[in-house]
T-cell receptor, first 112, second 114 residues
Framework: QKEVEQDPGPLSVPEGAIVSLNCTYS??????FMWYRQYSRKGPELLMY????GNKEDGRFTAQVDKSSKYISLFIRDSQPSDSATYLC????????????FGKGTMLLVSP | DGGITQSPKYLFRKEGQNVTLSCEQN?????MYWYRQDPGQGLRLIYY???????QKGDIAEGYSVSREKKESFPLTVTSAQKNPTAFYLC?????????????FGDGTRLSIL
């Protein structure tokens, strides 16, 4: 079983829609959860960063972590064509040193 | 502006040739990382370095080599032993090597075979 599962999409929505992106994971030791946005031919940029369970909001973006279900989500409100990108989830353990484990990314297309 | 600079943006390799990808950061970060990104595969860790003059293999280190002689530089060499080098290579850094550090990425180098 892969450590982090993420639907590759593409997910196509009209402008203004609410978007829900999700990842599931199997390693219960993961404590830090991140969402990155990657435009074509660019490096990933950090969007959201959360520790353990709960919600975090930043403008139109909300990140949710449900550790009991091993499930994380990123919600985008009032989606814009400029949100069209690949969204990668990433997570790490709370040990002395830990590398990130990435999902494969979900491609999002927001049409005007 | 502080950031990570990867060069070149595009690189072509001939059969049997070693090529080196450059990664420079001016963020004063201690730790640096190299990833390979293939379509449908996500990011896979090649090598990482927590401190100058020290580095560790990641999940797919075979056919690659690195050095970390300066804090700001972490070049990656793709050797002729890497039989399938065509991919998008990403360099990243974190302030230190602790588990709670989000990684900052460069804009990548796309390597292709001639």
């Amino acid at each position: 079983q892969k450590e982090v599962e993420q639907d590759p999409g593409p997910l196509s929505v009209p402008e203004g829609a609410i978007v829900s992106l999700n990842c599931t994971y199997s390693n219960s030791a993961f404590q830090y959860f991140m969402w990155y946005r990657q435009y074509s031919r660019k490096g990933p940029e950090l969007l959201m960063y959360t520790y353990s369970s709960g919600n975090k909001e930043d403008g139109r973006f909300t990140a949710q972590v449900d550790k009991s279900s091993k499930y994380i989500s990123l919600f985008i409100r009032d989606s814009q064509p400029s949100d069209s990108a690949t969204y990668l989830c990433a997570m790490s353990e709370n040990s002395g040193y830990s590398t990130l484990t990435f999902g494969k990314g979900t491609m999002l297309l927001v049409s005007p | 502006d502080g950031g990570i600079t990867q060069s070149p943006k595009y690189l072509f390799r001939k059969e049997g040739q070693n090529v080196t990808l450059s990664c420079e950061q001016n963020l004063n970060h201690d730790a640096m990382y190299w990833y390979r990104q293939d379509p449908g595969q996500g990011l896979r860790l090649i090598y990482y370095s927590q401190i100058v003059n020290d580095f560790q293999k990641g999940d797919i280190a075979e056919g690659y080599s690195v050095s970390r002689e300066k804090k700001e530089s972490f070049p990656l060499t793709v050797t002729s032993a890497q039989k399938n080098p065509t991919a998008f290579y990403l360099c990243a850094s974190t302030m230190d090597s602790g588990p709670n550090q989000p990684q900052h990425f460069g804009d990548g180098t796309r390597l292709s075979i001639l």
